[in-house]
């Protein structure tokens, strides 16, 4: 048997079903910026032609990730989602000898590649020699309107940071400078400065969550640059992936686990002695 409800109660369904469905029929916005890297590139023979078909193998050195496809009937690759760090790509063909080449991909960037594959009965392997990628030899990414420099892990490591804090490194981008947080709670953060803002203004994500301080901007926390594998300093022309600021944005990704035990120390001294006479605390002669 079948009852209908009064007509009162139907009445008071009607507003609450529709905010239901309003709220199930609306797309779920998600700010997230891309702590990842890609590679993409071509193979070809001796000659400048394409070789298609070729197995691709990308495997990341000095860890257990593999990745494996196939080149395009144009003899073209492509990579996507790859964590930053040091790869070496293998390609093999019938008829070919295997070509090696090692690669560095960084953070929210398209790395080029441009594999030679040699004839079989040769028996020799293309290796490409490559310096460690730095902020000072950066390329120009030119599959991507997005103009950004990228410190890399080799710059954390060679760069004195005051206050370790990775924003003094930072200004090394074109355009920024540190400035001191107009948040007392947050004196050990250096904020980043786009173009002469007060760096409030800035988009800040790690490991591709937001990072960002709701309430008065800048950063929400501070990161140690022990715990940074690299991040990139985005000036203008950012990706979809970034929203939210009207000056730039910085994208951090953190270190990751490898398979060989290594560690870290660090010592950070400022001893008063060498800090020069402050004349009115300190007259001369004492």
């Not at 079903?17 to 890297?37: E, I, K, V, Y």
């Not at 080029?112 to 040699?118: D, G, K, Q, S």
Request: net charge negative; with cysteine; aromatic share 6%.
């Amino acid at each position: 048997m079948i009852r209908s409800l009064p007509a009162a109660k139907c009445v008071l369904l009607l507003p609450i079903l529709f905010c239901l469905g309003f709220c199930l029929g609306q797309p779920t916005r998600m700010f997230a910026q891309d702590p990842t890297g890609a590679l993409r590139g071509t193979i070809e023979d001796t000659s400048g032609a394409r070789v298609a078909g070729a197995t691709i193998e990308v495997r990341a050195i000095g860890r257990s990730l593999v990745r494996e496809a196939a080149a395009d009937q144009r003899g073209e690759f492509r990579f996507d989602l790859l964590p930053p760090g040091e790869y070496q790509v293998t390609a093999n063909s019938a008829g070919f000898a295997p070509a090696h080449s090692d690669v560095s991909v960084v953070i929210s960037s398209v790395r080029e590649l441009a594999i030679t594959m040699l004839p079989a009965p040769i028996r020799q392997t293309v290796t490409v020699n490559r310096q460690v990628s730095s902020i000072t030899a950066e390329p120009i990414d030119a599959a991507s309107a997005t103009l950004q420099s990228v410190i890399t892990a080799k710059d954390l490591e060679t760069v004195p940071l005051a206050h370790r804090s990775f924003a003094n490194i930072a200004y090394l981008a074109p355009g920024t400078e540190p400035v001191e947080p107009s948040d007392p709670t947050k004196a050990r953060i250096t904020a980043v400065s786009f173009g002469g803002s007060s760096g409030l203004n800035v988009e800040l994500s790690v490991d591709g969550g937001d990072n960002s301080d709701d309430y008065i901007g800048g950063f929400l926390q501070n990161i140690s640059p022990d715990a940074i594998q690299e991040f990139a300093v985005r000036t203008a022309q950012e990706d979809a992936d970034t929203g939210r600021t009207t000056a730039g944005s910085v994208v951090i990704s953190t270190k990751r686990g490898t398979d060989m035990w290594h560690g870290d120390a660090a010592f950070y001294e400022r001893a008063a002695a060498l800090n020069a006479r402050y004349p009115i605390e300190n007259p001369a002669p004492d």
